[in-house]
């Protein structure tokens, strides 16, 4: 059973680029969360997809945008990227109303903004 | 707002010896607390966690107990392994569905020496 899957792993952008970074959540798991994760520091919550909409937003700008599809994958994009926002981006899966603990996390796409 | 404190690392041991990490939170009302723990190159993997007050989460040898009376939730190992070097993180959750976002701590980097 394959767990959270996102793509790429890796990436190098310019400053004022834009990005987008795709997660496949696990098989059952209709919830989306985004997460980023700055070098040495912990996950930072950007926002949460369920059916399609976000349905919450943590201190982000604008700049952050995502997009859930009808299978339940998602994407994240950054817009005018800055060097700060160069991280490790995590993706994390659950089914609905399971609690915190019903969370699978992907492995990452680091982004490294130049 | 919520917000969780780790202690300050990295933390080095030597194999078999024992391990605390501490943890302590903020946080209004009575939120879930959580241990993940990240492995090199890897997403974050639950290891324990504990819903209210008093409970002890366990896990692979690993315990941590909800002590709402001086809010922490301390990580502890009797004999840590190699195999346990990794980065820690403690994080909290309020509600209970899946909807609700994980506050993390910055982590704690364990290395564990032969």
């Known amino acids: 059973d394959a767990g959270v899957t996102q793509s790429p792993t890796h990436l190098i952008k310019t400053r004022g680029q834009q990005v987008t970074l795709r997660c496949s959540p696990k098989?059952?798991?209709?919830?989306v969360s985004w997460y980023q994760q700055a070098l040495g520091q912990g996950p930072q919550f950007i926002f949460q997809?369920?059916?399609?909409?976000?349905?919450q937003r943590g201190n982000f700008p604008d700049r952050f945008s995502g997009h859930q599809y009808p299978n339940y994958s998602s994407e994240l994009n950054v817009n005018a990227l800055l060097l700060g926002d160069s991280a490790l981006y995590l993706c994390?899966?659950?089914?609905?109303?399971?609690?915190?603990?019903?969370?699978?996390f992907g492995s990452g796409t680091r982004l490294t903004v130049v | 707002g919520n917000s969780v404190t780790q202690m300050e690392g990295p933390v080095t041991l030597s194999e078999e010896a024992f391990l605390t990490i501490n943890c302590t939170y903020t946080?209004?009302?009575?939120?879930?607390l959580f241990w993940y723990v990240q492995y090199p190159g890897e997403g974050l993997q639950l290891l324990l966690k504990?819903?209210?007050?008093?409970d002890k989460g366990s896990n692979k040898g690993f315990e941590a107990t909800y002590r709402k009376e001086t809010t922490s939730f301390h990580l502890e190992k009797g004999s840590v392994q190699v195999s346990d070097s990794a980065v820690y993180f403690c994080?909290?959750?309020?509600?209970?569905?899946?909807?609700?976002?994980?506050?993390f701590g910055e982590g704690t980097q364990l290395t564990v020496n032969p």
């Open positions: 504990a819903t209210k007050a008093d």
């Open positions: 098989s059952g798991h209709d919830t």
């Open positions: 997809y369920y059916e399609e909409e976000e349905r």
């Open positions: 946080a209004t009302g009575y939120p879930s």
């Open positions: 994080a909290l959750k309020r509600g209970q569905t899946s909807g609700s976002r994980l506050t």
């Open positions: 994390a899966s659950s089914p609905r109303g399971t609690g915190a603990y019903g969370y699978t």
